[in-house]
C-alpha cells in the first residue's frame, strides 16, 4: 500500500478504483482493533482504502501503545538468550527474535532502524554459548581466513537457519 499513489491515466485510475474497493472490503474484514475499525468507519463513505492505511499507520506507529510496544519489543531483542532451559526447537527461537526485529522495524522511522552489523551482533549475542553459534563462528572465521570478509547479517541468519536443519 502507498499512501500517495495517484494513478496517472485513465487505465491506472479504473484499475485503482477496483483496488480500493477491494482493499476497503479486506480491511473490513481483517482490522479488528477498536481504532482500527475507527478508521474504516470513518473513510466508509469513500471506500478510500488508502486513507484506511494511512491513518490507521500514522496511528499505530504514533500511539503511546506503539511507543509501549516498542519499548517491549527492544527489551525483547536486547535480553533474549537461548539457554539451557529453552525447551523449544533452536529454529523457533531465531524465528521469534527475527519477527522481534521485523515487528519492531515496522514500527518505527527507516533512519531508526538497527544497522545490519548491530542486528547481527545482537544475535550473536543471542545465541551465545549455544551450538549454532560456535559452528557459525567457526564457519564464517574459516571463511575470513580465506580471505573473505565478514558475513552480513541476512547471510549470517541464513548460516545459522541452515546449520539447525
Known sequence: MDPVYKPTNQDELELFVEMQKFMYDVFIGTIKTSMGQHFVRTHEATGDSQAVWRDY??????????????????????SARITTS??????????????????YEALVHTKSRFPSNMKKAMLQNALQGHDAFLNATQIERYSIAQGNGPLDFDAYVGLVQKLQH
Not at 516498542?70 to 536486547?78: A, C, E, K, R
Open 86 to 103: 529453552y525447551r523449544g526447537p533452536t529454529i523457533k527461537f531465531i524465528t521469534d527474535w527475527l519477527d522481534y526485529i521485523r515487528r
Open 57 to 78: 499507520s500514522s496511528y499505530m506507529s504514533t500511539s503511546t501503545k506503539a511507543d509501549m510496544e516498542l519499548g517491549d519489543l527492544l527489551s525483547l531483542i536486547t
